[in-house]
């Protein structure tokens, strides 16, 4: 985390960033700051990025977890045309009819002949010898769960738009049970599904982001989740941000569409982040105080202190909303954290 790089030498520091980086957050943030106020906007970047990170690594355990059972559950012991060899070089798969295998809550479903030659060749990544592209058998046949906690977010999050073979009306009510459209009547409705689609597009494009450690300030225009007319563009909602406090606006509210989403798949799952630390931690972040403590590195390096004394200053720790951490035996036992 980046609270824990004190550098001595900016120069270096900076050289090893790239200096063209770090200009970019000069132009952005401030012309005046100080090289230490600099390396405060890019550690508050790396703060804000690893943090939606969480939430975004529990959205995707959510999100596989219950599609997987949605589809094991439609397409448990179904006749169906199973996948039989690799298709290379040539993508020309092969069928057999015999039924899935597994249960009802976890069988092959995707070798039912409902993905596309891309999204097959990745399981087929996970299911197959990788020489002679021949299924592995025996014991060395992953089960349904080994394959399907193998597959990435960018497979889980397009497979909607790049399954369409996929009884989605059937399973989207499963998999999103909180969303406004309840039922499989609602789902055909194509406008949902495409509403649902762009979600989760912007979910992954902005995990991109972070995991390609892109500026998490830097956000190109908000698009419309509403499908656009045929031969037209998605209107845009809002442009690109241009300075810190558009981009904690848009941070915010990106940040409340994964939350909306999550909720989506699990009121509970959701409930239990509202009420956590990481939620506060976030809005802390992504709020004008989070990020000028960040600046201002005096306010946010951490002190350390005897119980006693803690005790002694736990108001003026509470209003100077520094990160103290409680020690006893020459070790720190707890720290405390500023939260909006």
């Known amino acids: 985390m980046g609270l824990a790089l004190l550098p001595t ?8 960033l790239s200096r063209p980086r770090i200009g970019a957050y000069r132009t952005y943030f401030g012309n005046s700051l100080s090289d230490e106020q600099l390396h405060g906007c890019y ?3 790396e703060s804000v990025s690893l943090s939606f990170f969480k939430v975004i690594t529990l959205i995707e355990i959510v999100m596989r977890n219950r599609m997987h059972y949605a589809l094991s ?3 448990h012991q179904t006749q169906k045309q199973v996948v039989d060899n690799s298709g290379l070089p040539f993508r020309r798969w092969t069928f057999s009819q015999q039924r899935t295998s597994g249960s009802a809550t976890s069988c092959n479903w995707y070798e039912a002949g409902v993905l596309n030659n891309f999204s097959l060749s990745k399981i087929h990544e996970l299911t197959h010898h990788k020489r002679n592209k021949q299924p592995l058998v025996g014991r060395r046949k992953p ?4 394959v399907v906690s193998s597959l990435t977010f960018g497979f889980w ?22 969303h406004r459209a309840t039922s499989a009547g609602q789902w055909i409705n194509a406008a949902h599904k495409q509403r649902l689609i762009f979600r989760l597009q912007l979910i992954r494009d902005f995990r991109n982001r972070i995991a390609h450690h892109e500026p998490i300030w830097k956000l190109p225009p908000l698009l419309d989740e509403r499908p656009p007319r045929q031969g037209q563009q998605r209107a845009v909602l809002q442009p690109a941000t241009t300075n810190p406090s558009e981009s904690i606006r848009r941070l915010r509210m990106i940040y409340s569409k994964h939350t909306e989403l999550l909720r989506w798949m699990s009121q509970e799952i959701y409930d239990d982040l509202q009420a956590s630390t990481l939620h506060k931690h976030i809005l802390w972040l992504c709020s004008e105080e989070g990020l000028n403590a960040h600046i201002n590195r005096s306010e946010l390096m951490p002190i350390s202190m005897k119980p006693a004394r803690f005790k002694r200053e736990l ?9 103290t951490y409680l020690h006893r035996d020459g070790r720190n036992l707890i720290a405390t954290q500023p939260i909006p």
């Open 9 to 16: 030498n900016y120069n270096i520091l900076f050289d090893a």
């Open 43 to 45: 550690q508050w970047n």
């Open 73 to 75: 559950n439609h397409y």
């Open 143 to 146: 089960s349904p769960d080994d």
């Open 157 to 178: 999050s397009s497979l909607i738009d790049k399954a369409p073979a996929i009884a989605w009306a059937q399973v989207l009510g499963n998999i999103f049970p909180k």
């Open 315 to 323: 108001q003026s720790i509470l209003r100077s909303k520094r990160v």
